[in-house]
């Protein structure tokens, strides 16, 4: 079993809808990161937080330290958030371990 | 703002050539990283290094080997390229431990 886990792994929505992205983890954590990386692969931090929660513009980010749980949100999504998310723990001094991703596809 | 550039967007290689993918940031960070990604594996560390000449193994670190001579600089080599090597390789860096990481635009390399 992974360390990190992301859900959905894919998920495909309409332009507006609102959309969760899950992230569970197993291990002792210092914070957590949100990665979005769009096709070509270039990876672009979205928000790192050890506790509560975190907003920018569409974006609201929360995690429950208790549940080892994050959840990154997106409100009125639109065609450009089309991208892989990634969530990422920070277990120690240097080490980031990855989820796998979660592939968001916007529908005009 | 942070930028880490990378040498190329795009590289094939034949097996057995020596590969150099070469990282840059320019913002005086102390920690930079190399990884590999693969469809269903996420990212995974290679090597890491936390200072100029530093440098540590992460989780995957066989057949390659790393070099920092200058701060701003962190190389990624390929002694003897083999097609399981064929990945996409992202470069981070950060100011120092604890503080969050920035990538570049990952090099993917072909290996055939």
């Known amino acids: 079993k992974n360390e990190v886990e992301q859900s959905p792994q894919n998920l495909t929505a309409q332009e507006g809808e609102f959309i969760t992205i899950n992230c569970s983890y197993s291990v002792g954590i210092s914070a957590l990161h949100w990665l979005q990386q769009h096709p070509g692969g270039g990876i672009v931090s979205l928000f790192m937080?050890?506790?509560g929660k975190k907003k920018h513009g569409r974006l609201i980010a929360t995690i429950n330290i208790q549940e080892k749980h994050s959840s990154l949100h997106i409100t009125a999504s639109h065609p450009r958030d089309s991208a892989v998310y990634i969530c990422?723990?920070?277990?120690?001094?240097?080490?980031?371990?990855f989820g796998t991703g979660t592939r968001l596809k916007v529908l005009a | 703002d942070v930028k880490v550039t990378q040498s190329s967007r795009y590289l094939v290689k034949r097996t057995g050539e020596k590969v150099f993918l070469e990282c840059v940031q320019d913002?005086?960070?102390?920690?930079m990283f190399w990884y590999r990604q693969d469809p269903g594996l996420g990212l995974r560390l290679i090597y890491f290094s936390y200072d100029v000449k530093m440098k540590e193994k992460g989780d995957i670190p066989e057949g390659y080997s790393v070099s920092r001579e200058k701060k701003e600089r962190f190389s990624l080599i390929l002694e003897s390229a083999s097609t399981n090597q064929t990945s996409m390789y992202l470069c981070?860096?950060?100011?120092?431990?604890?503080?969050?990481?920035?990538f570049g635009p990952g090099t993917r390399l072909t290996v055939t």
């Open positions: 981070a860096s950060s100011l120092a431990r604890y503080y969050e990481q920035y």
């Open positions: 937080l050890s506790s």
């Open positions: 913002m005086d960070h102390e920690n």
């Open positions: 990422a723990v920070r277990s120690g001094t240097y080490k980031y371990i």
